[in-house]
Structures are given as structure tokens and as C-alpha cells.
């Protein structure tokens, strides 16, 4: 999957900004991005999505849809522990 | 506002399953609930919006709306800050 062609920011431990960056880079080529996270990431989701459409709301960009859901990880004594995740869509509306 | 005809739970530092069962209790009484939350609690809001889901699931009620937003806070140092909110509806179908 090269960086071209993938709509998805994921995010991780990165500053906030660097995933700024990368969403709007994808929304200079691609009709929508979907930024995702889960577990303790969920709350930065949204501040990226927040920043980013608030820079692109002059160019007719806004949040579009958001999910939610979980998903079922092994911790490392062995039980499986359920994690929630978010997408959040941005895109030109 | 009395606790029999808010809708709405706000998540806080209270243990998860405080928020789950003020949550199921208003969907005894109410036709939905939307639980809210900011800053570093978003994350929490999703977790008690996926275990309010999955233990309703079978009486028909499933996430609803999802919408985030963001506030401006006064910082103790007087700074204007930016804070990200979430807005969860769990509804019957």
C-alpha cells in the first residue's frame, strides 16, 4: 500500500501535527481521508480531525462520517480484553 | 434538571461501569441517551457507549449519532485552549 493511494491516517504516539500534515497531504489528492485510532488514541482522533477540518473549511471540507466499534486484543497475561476503536471521516461535502 | 428526564450521561473520572448503568437506566426510562464527554475522556466515552451497545443490543438499541466538536477553555495560565468533545447517541432502532 503506498502512500499515494491509501485514504487511512492512523494514529499512534506521533505529535498531533504530524498527522495534521499527513491528512491534508491525502485530502490535496483524494477526495476524503479517514483518520483512525483506538484504545488511548481515541481522544487525539478527534483533536486531528478537528484541526483538520477547521483548516479545510474554507475549501467546503467537514466531518463526515464516524464510527465506532471494538476489538478484541490479547493482553500480554493471555485474556482477551476488548478495545474500542474510532474512523472518522473528513470530506468535502 | 432532575435524574429522571436528563438524557444525557457526561463521562468523568468515575469508574466505567458508573457511566454504563446511569446510561442503562435512563434507557429504561427514555427512548434514547447520549453520552458526552471531552479532552481525555473521549476515549472513555466510547468504551461506555460500546458496553451500553452490546448489552442492549438484543432489546433492539445500537449507537445512533456520533458528533465531535471542540470547545474553547480558559487554561490556568490564561490561555485560550482548544478542547475536542464527543457526542454519542445509543438509541433503539
Known amino acids: 500500500m503506498s ?6 491516517v492512523f494514529i499512534g504516539k506521533k505529535p498531533l501535527m504530524a ?8 485530502l ?3 477526495p476524503s481521508v479517514n ?5 488511548m ?4 482522533a478527534v483533536d486531528v480531525a478537528q484541526i483538520v477540518a ?3 473549511e474554507n475549501a467546503g471540507y467537514a466531518v463526515g462520517e464516524i464510527k465506532i466499534g471494538s476489538e478484541a ?3 500480554q497475561d493471555g485474556k482477551t480484553r476488548n478495545v ?3 474512523e472518522i471521516e473528513i470530506k468535502r461535502n
Open 41 to 44: 488514541s481515541i481522544g487525539r
Open 3 to 8: 502512500t499515494e493511494t491509501r485514504d487511512t
Open 54 to 56: 477547521r483548516k479545510t
Open 28 to 30: 490535496a489528492n483524494l
Open 84 to 86: 474500542s476503536t474510532i
Open 19 to 26: 498527522y495534521v500534515t499527513s491528512a491534508l497531504i491525502q
Open 73 to 75: 486484543l490479547e493482553s
Open 35 to 39: 483518520i483512525k485510532a483506538r484504545g
